[in-house]
């Protein structure tokens, strides 16, 4: 069973940054799109940013549009989020997630995506 492992969450003062990963426990997933969701609290899971497996083409949502970045590195099966400019309603969990459905496509859909990891909190304090 493929698990998803998230590090690099923690509390930050606004302005700070942080840098998430999300490593795959087996298997690959070098040709399939990953991605990045967060849940505020009373919220719904909303996309934050997705990459396709050749890493060519990225969507971000617009509230963090130039301030977060999604990288992977396919040799370890892992994908990044590196978030810079923190703002307090960037508080949230961060889940990652990733599929084997969209080959060399991108997705944007919770429900498109089949495996998620664990979470982790984001705090930014104002």
């Known amino acids: 069973q493929v698990h998803l492992v998230e590090s690099g969450g923690g509390l930050v003062q606004a302005g700070g940054s942080l840098r998430l990963s999300c490593t795959a426990s087996e298997g690959t997933f070098s040709g399939y799109p990953r991605a990045w969701f967060r849940q505020a609290p009373g919220k719904e899971r909303d996309i934050v940013a997705a990459i396709t497996g050749s890493s060519r083409n990225t969507h971000y949502a617009d509230s963090v549009k130039g301030r977060f970045t999604i990288s992977r590195d396919n040799a370890k099966n892992t994908v990044y989020l590196q978030m810079d400019g923190l703002k307090p309603e960037d508080t949230a969990v961060y889940y990652c997630?990733?599929?084997?459905?969209?080959?060399?496509?991108?997705?944007?859909?919770?429900?498109?995506?089949?495996?998620w990891g664990q979470g982790t909190q984001v705090t930014v304090s104002s």
């Open positions: 997630a990733a599929n084997r459905k969209v080959l060399g496509g991108i997705s944007l859909r919770r429900s498109e995506y089949d495996y």
